[in-house]
């Protein structure tokens, strides 16, 4: 099995979670989230897993997804940018000039204003894309892969970022798969509903996608993520949501997680790709879940009935998130 990641996905490193431009918390979107993982990789002392850089991929594959606009405010950064979120928004849709100040365009091509922008989120997110691009090509030869993508991706939608996430690493790759005249199911284990997954597949029957998340009424993203949203047009009934009451335990989880793999099986995909996020975690700082490390063991096993597999890595801020990670590809593995 082969892991990516490439050293130029830690270049993003913002200090602050802010709150109306002033600090909530302490950045835990980290850089260390990836180290953690990747000594727990090298403890399992498994020489069938191997750690692989991606080649950097073509722009023209991120502009399958995300419009060419939003591109390039993420990478025409002003090289005075220090570290910044926006705290006023165009909702749901504004206009936006060439001329426009850059705090405008944050507010613009932005939808939160916890998510800091600094200099190298662009180069970060190309990188962390890469991983999660070149970890589904590998799939081609092997059954499963895993993609040590961050930033993470679940949130972001075609022409905005936020919730830590800038590209949305598994619809781009998602959408490679399609490319091929492939079927995929997305599944989305995070504990934050993936509203920008959703919103980007939610007219095609192409891809499938299956949420299970914390209730939105009280939890972030806010107010997406219902049972009712079920998809559109070709999209209808393709789009599944299990919210689940806060501080849900392993059974409560893993009852939820058996009827998530009911649909995937009717659906049938040629492929299956995990939005993996390690925040259901009963320690995790930010999320609210109560799931065991025991248990990641367990989604593992559920998961390894699936033919060809890419596990992308979403969440997971807690200091164990390494353990959570290889407990999942212990399940998978046996
Ligand atoms: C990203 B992922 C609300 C703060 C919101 C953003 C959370 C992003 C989670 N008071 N912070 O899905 O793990
Ligand atoms: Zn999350």
Not at 87 to 92: K, R, S
């Given at each position: 099995m082969e892991i990516f990641f490439h050293?130029?996905?830690?270049?993003?490193?913002?200090k602050n979670e802010f709150s109306s431009g002033n600090q909530?918390?302490?950045?835990?979107?980290?850089p260390n989230r990836i180290e953690l993982i990747i000594e727990e990789i090298v403890n399992?002392?498994?020489?069938?897993f191997i750690f692989k850089q991606p080649k950097l991929c073509n722009i023209e594959i991120i502009n399958n997804i995300h419009s060419t606009d939003y591109i390039n405010f993420l990478k025409e950064i002003?090289?005075?940018?220090?570290e910044v979120a926006p705290?006023?928004?165009?909702?749901?849709k504004g206009r936006i000039s060439k001329d426009s100040t850059f705090h405008a365009k944050m507010g613009y091509y932005l939808f939160d204003p916890s998510t800091p922008i600094t200099k190298d989120v662009y180069q970060s997110s190309h990188y962390s894309t890469s991983s999660a691009l070149d970890a589904v090509n590998s799939l081609s030869n092997n059954n499963l892969a895993v993609s040590l993508s961050r930033?993470?991706?679940?949130?972001?939608?075609t022409s905005v970022g936020g919730g830590y996430c800038f590209f949305n690493n598994i619809a781009i790759a998602a959408q490679q798969i399609v490319n091929q005249g492939k079927n995929v199911t997305i599944l989305d284990l995070d504990f934050h509903h993936g509203n920008g997954t959703q919103e980007i597949f939610y007219?095609?029957?192409k891809v499938q996608f299956i949420s299970l998340h914390g209730?939105?009424?009280?939890?972030?993203?806010?107010?997406?993520?219902?049972?009712?949203?079920?998809?559109?047009?070709?999209?209808?009934?393709f789009n599944l949501n299990f919210p689940l009451p806060n501080y849900a335990n392993d059974e409560k989880y893993d009852e939820t997680l058996e009827l998530a793999l009911i649909e995937i099986d009717e659906y049938n995909p040629d492929v299956v790709l995990v939005s993996m996020g390690?925040?259901?975690?009963?320690?995790?700082?930010i999320a609210g879940m109560n799931i065991s490390l025991d248990y990641y063991t367990k989604i593992g096993e559920r998961l390894a009935k699936f033919e060809k597999m890419g596990i992308i890595l979403e969440g997971g801020y807690s200091n164990d998130i390494g353990i959570c990670f290889t407990n999942v590809l212990k399940g998978v593995i046996t």
């Open positions: 050293k130029n996905q830690m270049l993003y490193s913002p909530l918390r302490k950045y835990v979107e980290s399992l002392k498994r020489d069938d002003p090289d005075n940018i220090n705290t006023a928004f165009a909702f749901p930033p993470p991706g679940h949130h972001a939608m007219n095609t029957d209730d939105t009424i009280v939890n972030y993203p806010f107010y997406w993520g219902g049972t009712d949203e079920i998809g559109e047009g070709d999209g209808k009934g390690l925040d259901c975690y009963f320690k995790d700082p």
